[in-house]
DNA sequence: CGTCCGGATTGATCCATATCAAAGTTGTAC
DNA sequence: GTACAACTTTGATATGGATCAATCCGGACG
């Protein structure tokens, strides 16, 4: 397990909420500048974990959801019988364990797919610190269901669509949340396996495979690796829309 | 559309959240008397909605959460390409429309799958109150991250399940909320066509339909059109289960 | 620099479920 | 009571992707 790094009160990365390049993602509030510092007093910033390090683990007390730093993270559930479930892919700016705040212990595991940086929130400190500033309670309701809607739109892939439609749109989701960090949309590496995208997507990993082939040869995208270039955007844009067909 | 019943303050109906049945489902708080007058305040109880006729539109501007007094509803988006897809299904005591919360418009389409009374909770005055009301709050959370994980549930199953294991599940989880309302866990009506089943689990209806009689035939239902029995509830758990059959 | 090992690719085959097609059934409006 | 429309069931066939089985690659490590 990974050991956090101790932040005393008052330490100097505890201003970083303000410095933080991802203010504007992860908890942004109102521009008022005493509002942010009362966030500041409840996060545990730079935590620091490293490749296949859990964040926690399904099942244990849930105390704390993590907003990503640096880095990436994979949720998943265990079931009874041992399967994996691969839930979502968190990137920077994005915050971890929303799904377990209607239970005692967390819903699910969270790893780090590579060294990875979080900020941690006490639920309770966070749960307060909402009832006081309706801005972010306001916001905690937006990404909860936001991550609602995200899970409606996987339940669609995955009683709906082709493996192809359910791979370029996956492509195309971490492709736009590269472009809100300012980074390339089209050209990014892999946070994950080919694995944890086929238990992600409702696949088999030689599907997935085939598929990558397959965009490349259609030129697509050039895929080596876990390093891939989006060669032509739109077509990826109309194989994830193709669903729709039979109507024209 | 349907037109709401309006509701004059003071009404006789106002004092219905104590009266409510399904108060300890709905949005239950302390059993402080007056916070259960302040969600009073804000509620709008009792409008009535025809079989088929829709609570809100997906796109239309969002302005409130419902909860389901009786009856049900069925929520499902639709895609550019005009498929639907359910999302779920609501049963009385359930609160529909979270998965707005992060919008401006609906995310989804509700319909009452059959005459159905439901409260509606405008978000505005809602979000007032859960600012206020730390109980109210916590549940609002505990909903939404509970919406969240049935998210997940259902990816689980639409991504690793068969036929049988999906309907066996959506069965049980009938069963359990109508026992939750102190009916027959075994004995009841589906509010739902074959159709909305097989969308909403990733089928075509046919499969819904086969599995059904496969599942009569094996002594495990009795079905009747929507009229259902559960003959051997420890059979049915036993087939969601059996995705573990390869560990044994 | 070779060896080893986990992950990735490629190929061949099989199966659960979609799809197509056609009756049945139920409810309900006239 | 009849008849249409919507829903459901049943049967025959087709297929996308799973599964099984090698092989291949790249990086860590001796």
């Known amino acids: 397990m990974a050991q956090p790094i101790p932040i005393h009160k008052h330490s100097p990365l505890k201003a970083s909420c303000h410095q933080c390049s991802l203010s504007n993602l992860c908890l942004p509030l109102a521009i008022e500048e005493n509002e942010l510092d009362r966030l500041e007093d409840i996060v545990q910033q730079g935590r620091i974990f490293n490749r296949g390090e859990h964040i926690f683990d399904q099942s244990t007390p849930f105390r704390s959801c993590f907003a990503v730093k640096s880095g990436s993270v994979k949720t998943s559930i265990i079931t009874e019988s041992g399967e994996e479930q691969v839930t979502g892919f968190f990137m920077p700016g994005e915050l971890v364990g929303l799904d377990s705040m209607s239970s005692s212990t967390y819903a699910c595991t969270a790893k780090a797919l590579e060294r990875t940086s979080v900020c ?14 309706p801005e972010l309670q306001h916001h905690m309701y937006h990404l909860m269901s936001q991550e609602i809607q995200n899970g409606h739109q996987l ?9 192809e439609e359910r791979i370029a749109a996956l492509l195309l989701s971490l492709s736009s949340r590269f472009q809100r960090r300012r980074l390339s949309p089209t050209n990014f590496s892999l946070p994950m396996a080919r694995n944890d995208i086929a238990n992600f997507l409702g696949l088999a990993v030689e599907t997935v495979s085939r598929v990558f082939t397959r965009f490349q040869n259609q ?14 955007v739109e077509a990826l844009q109309m194989v994830t829309r193709d669903s729709s067909r039979q109507g024209c």
Do not use: Q, Y
């Open 120 to 133: 941690e929130f006490p639920v309770e400190k966070l749960e307060d610190l909402t009832g006081k500033l």
């Open 155 to 163: 339940a669609m892939l995955l009683s709906k669509n082709t493996a």
């Open 219 to 232: 030129g697509l995208i050039r895929a080596r690796g876990r390093e891939v270039e989006l060669l032509d």
